[in-house]
């Protein structure tokens, strides 16, 4: 069964940085992981992934600036950092494998983590 | 302000058929392939229709998809209770080089 499992909830100062985990051993090391989040009440928003074949992390225009994703081959985890909180990051983030880079091909996604950012 | 476009709502009773409407553009829906997801209320989304109109495995053949030019369509027959959900059509989109989705359409079964 595949599964990802994600950290837990995060509450943040504006100004500071969230880093987001997400455990899948054998699914992080050998496929490309997706980050998408969604602010309450609202849609999805791609942010970002992977790209195992290339070495290389292909990043949301609009997150360009302050997000690092990574992954630790070492312990099947990969990590969503961003940077510069503001109130508007508030949302949950989930973790996807994607098994196309070139498409939005999420077969399983993780459970989702909330961030939220309050002075 | 979402690149693909969807209904915020759509309904129906039991046993209806309903659609749920995208559209985009030349540089994502119109090239390349549409993949929808539900999403139940409080829990992370599920992979429903890629490559325009394949279901994945455990997804009912109640399930259809269809692309046409720059729409694409995901219809439900035989409506059941447990479809009321949030339905995202998304694609990658080459003039963003990245993902993108539909706003979401809310499904309701009356």
């Known amino acids: 069964q595949v599964q990802l499992v994600q950290s837990g909830a995060e509450v943040k100062k504006p100004g500071s940085s969230v880093k987001v985990s997400c455990k899948g051993s054998?699914?992080?090391?050998?496929?490309?992981i997706a980050w998408v989040r969604q602010a309450p009440g609202r849609g999805l928003e791609w942010m970002g992934g992977?790209?195992?074949?290339?070495?290389?992390?292909n990043y949301a225009q609009k997150f360009k600036d302050r997000l690092t994703i990574t992954a630790d081959e070492s312990t099947g985890t990969a990590y969503m950092e961003l940077r510069s909180l503001t109130p508007g990051d508030t949302a949950v983030y989930y973790c996807?494998?994607?098994?196309?880079?070139?498409?939005?091909?999420?077969?399983?996604w993780g459970q989702g983590t909330l961030v939220i950012v309050s002075s | 302000q979402s690149v693909l476009t969807q209904p915020p709502s759509a309904s129906g009773t039991p046993g209806q058929r309903v659609t749920i409407s995208c559209s985009g553009s030349?540089?994502?829906?119109?090239?390349?392939?549409v993949f929808w997801y539900q999403q139940v209320p409080g829990t992370a989304p599920t992979l429903l229709m890629y490559?325009?109109?394949q279901r994945p495995s455990g997804v009912p053949d109640r399930f259809s998809g269809s692309k046409s030019g720059t729409s694409a369509s995901l219809a439900i027959s035989g409506l059941r209770s447990e479809d009321e959900a949030d339905y995202y059509c998304?694609?990658?989109?080459?003039?963003?080089?990245?993902?993108?989705f539909g706003g979401g359409t809310k499904l309701t079964v009356l």
């Open positions: 996807a494998r994607n098994l196309d880079t070139s498409m939005p091909y999420f077969d399983y």
């Open positions: 054998a699914i992080i090391n050998r496929n490309a």
């Open positions: 992977s790209i195992p074949l290339f070495g290389s992390v």
């Open positions: 030349s540089s994502n829906i119109g090239s390349k392939s």
């Open positions: 490559n325009n109109d």
């Open positions: 998304t694609a990658w989109d080459d003039s963003l080089s990245g993902v993108v």
